[in-house]
């Protein structure tokens, strides 16, 4: 769960062997680190080592950052991050759902990241980024190759900076080249219950397959479309009565749940990716 | 589920007896409408039947009404509704979420109903009123008495002709006298699982007691705090980790879809009150 | 609901038009029946009118089925069903845990229907089968092709005259001729909230997507494997720590509640089938 | 999640201070265990630390528990334990389905657990008990005050050694005489969301307040009735055609698994007590 006034996390994923944790909590006792939290994780399978720690009161970054690489086998992945909120901006096509939640929560500092900017294809939700003072980036696709509308695209997120791109129902397919250039820092929410219904018209697809339940997944987007690490899901109870569009109304209310949801762990530093499985430790 | 072009719902409640549907939809017939669906529920430990049908191009709707109360016992309850939207008074104090919810719902024409207005004890929400162009009334209870500070606000609510009350995390009691006034026609969002937790500070309550779930309760509001009939109650898990702040937070998620769902339901006219229970047709 | 005392299920389906209703409650009222329950569902796509009304009371049973096909259109099918319990055989290979669920509820006259006979192509479910007294077939396939091993299941279904034939975790697929000899009479319990992980191992298919969230499918066999209509879905949430041999664990429990839910609705004649969707009226 | 194969479980609850992890993963190093999982919590409010350690390989018990405790602060609690099968009696009275469910679940080794014999004041689970061989003992309480009867089933338990007695639907109230005489070592289902419906007839109250959910509660008895710390809860929705009757059908399959779960955790040793609360290692 969240503990809002942590200082800062480590993050640490490498080859399995024993002693490990003992190594690296050995380095944040001397450094004075208070620690707050601790999570590890073993993938037996892959003979893997994960870990995440919350601590408090260690001085010096660099001589942690290197302690902690020094205790650790080769090739290990060490991340020390202070918990300064991350830049966010958010992609959006006509649908507000998703966007507007996003929107609330961040007007009244529960995101726990800055929102810098909103891109879109379409102008529709110029209004509704306007109510709450979000620059607004509209990038008409019409007339334009995928190649030279990302293009435009990137011309605009360039400045920005950002640490993470939001896909808040932004209905555009992304290249492999543009994904690659964010590599495992795009989430998107995908309207149903993955690897069901992946594609385009999911509410359309689960009416006519007579599913008894719909659904949400957040994830990171890889070069493979609605392919990419699974960060949350959840679905709800549906029935005869719905039609296609009752379903897409439905499914509203758990897309948005659960885009904030993956954020909120992907914010606080608590999900690594390994392949194509995601480790969350919440 | 939702029809959203249906015309016009038929709602009638009477005791049981043979028959019933019969005659009920041989008014209809001869009216000319084209039913769209049709509900109907016997309890059968009070003996007394309900049903709700919506129908479109039947023409006079005073035949019909007559004609239904004709087939139907003595003390029979007959509502015939226009689907014409209804005008809601949100009440809230200083939590934004239900209310935001709310309003981007409003905004996106997704309600089935108009927002009139918002009354709150607190200043602290009007820049999220005016967000929206919703008329922001506050009207502060300090070095009020209950009855001189509900007397006000039912001053600021008789010429707004609401149809309903909506408490969206409105943190005061309401008097008897108050509730009496707007007989059936008040709904709240209690952050807990009713029963359990009633009164103040659930999610205190809820870390002391170490549940497993915590949830929310929308129901309407009897004299009796926490006690009216329940329209919609969800849960979601919690664990150990959880802080009593920590289960406020991830309540929030389950409060607004809970009232959002719990004012459709009652907007599209599905649900009826029997003593202190409801029975609901979606 | 149930109501176990229910004496008379009528169902019609048919092409909709007005009146369908007041016809059909017509007939029932000068038959003398009692109504318990009623539901109907138009599906608007389809122009089709689904109507299921459980009765008491009534006398004379072919004339309330010729009185209600006399006020139907044509082609309309009218079933009328006394509540006398139906028969089933379950067919099981290795795994128990459906089995031992439907045999205890068996046991305790929570079923709604009798349990005639267990087929297995294995002999090791024989001791669970012995415990409850029920007959247990092994029909061995090894050797055989398949159309010889259907047929040898067959020459054992054949004097048992079976209602319904349940899969309970019956591994081996069904030919498309074996199927077409018991139409919509096949209830399967499937691994995984279809479409996702159609096809073999689906707790494997779900590791190594990295899911999180499994699940159930009860369904109705049709020729396309794991593609007939569904009845039940129900998912659980898991997480990373979840190997493919934990999530098969953690599934069994929802299997077996997600095929005892179908069944009941089947047993109780609650559930309609439109083309590749079910009508469900719980 | 489990790991059955898992040789040894080291608990370590005491007050919080820096360097517990290092201390404690460093005694296990030098005994040369291979640590399969760790998972660590500080109660912040209480200022108190819990860890569960998982390990294989390592050589001398005696030395690892004398290690251990060295490292730690005054009064720390330090449990060490191999993965040997615990034994639990069940205690029942006349409902069938947690005690059907558990003597599957042992019937065919998925209990991690020892069913050594079954308690009942009626004789009516007999042919169940006989079914799967277990010893069934029926201790009458016709005629006797609650002392003579604890006193009489007290005999029985005796000589049976139990590490656990399973209350699954077992109708009696214990006395603080009783529950004292096996602390935390007695769970108990209860067949609600507590603390709603505390007391008796659980589903009458619930079908009495109209609530939307109904649900079951695994708990550790202690001397305030249905007041213990909660290890799991879990609901299932319901609506207004529930009788009394359905939703106490409806519950049992709720009843069941949260028992099983339950158990299942406290099997594993994954569940420390802190008051009124659990922490749970899953």
Redesign the interface.
């Given at each position: 769960?969240?503990h809002p006034n942590q200082s800062q996390v480590l993050l640490v994923d490498c080859a399995d062997r024993?002693?490990l944790?003992?190594g690296i909590?050995?380095v944040?006792?001397r450094a004075g680190?208070?620690?707050?939290?601790?999570?590890?994780?073993?993938?037996?399978?892959q003979d893997h080592f994960y870990m995440r720690t919350a601590f408090e009161g260690a001085g010096d970054e660099a001589a942690i950052r290197e302690g902690v690489q020094a205790s650790l086998p080769a090739g290990a992945t060490v991340i020390l991050r202070r918990g300064s909120p991350q830049r966010l901006v958010v992609l959006a096509s006509r649908e507000?759902?998703c966007l507007?939640?996003l929107l609330?929560r961040h007007?009244?500092a529960?995101l726990g990241a800055e929102i810098v900017a909103i891109v879109s294809n379409h102008a529709h939700l110029t209004p509704?980024a306007a109510?709450?003072g979000i620059p607004f980036h509209c990038v008409p696709s019409e007339g334009l190759t995928q190649a030279a509308h990302e293009a435009a695209v990137a011309r605009v997120l360039a400045p920005l900076h950002p640490d993470y791109l939001v896909l808040a129902k932004y209905m555009r397919l992304l290249s492999p080249d543009f994904v690659a250039s964010w590599p495992r820092r795009i989430v998107n929410i995908h309207h149903s219950?993955?690897?069901?219904?992946a594609g385009a018209r999911p509410y359309k697809q689960a009416f006519?397959?007579?599913?008894?339940?719909i659904?949400a997944t957040a994830h990171f987007v890889t070069e493979q479309i609605d392919d990419g690490?699974?960060?949350?899901?959840?679905?709800i109870?549906v029935?005869?009565?719905?039609?296609a569009h009752?379903l897409a109304?439905a499914g509203r209310?758990v897309e948005r749940?659960v885009l904030?949801?993956a954020l909120k762990l992907v914010l606080e530093n608590r999900v690594f990716i390994?392949g194509?499985?995601?480790?969350?430790f919440d």
């Open positions: 769960m969240s024993p002693g944790v003992h909590t050995g944040l006792l680190a208070n620690i707050i939290s601790n999570h590890e994780f073993v993938d037996v399978e507000h759902h507007a939640d609330v007007a009244y529960e509704l109510k709450f219950f993955l690897p069901a219904f006519d397959r007579g599913v008894k339940v659904g690490p699974i960060i949350v899901q959840q679905v109870p029935d005869h009565s719905h039609t009752d109304q209310d749940v904030a949801r390994s194509n499985r995601t480790i969350i």
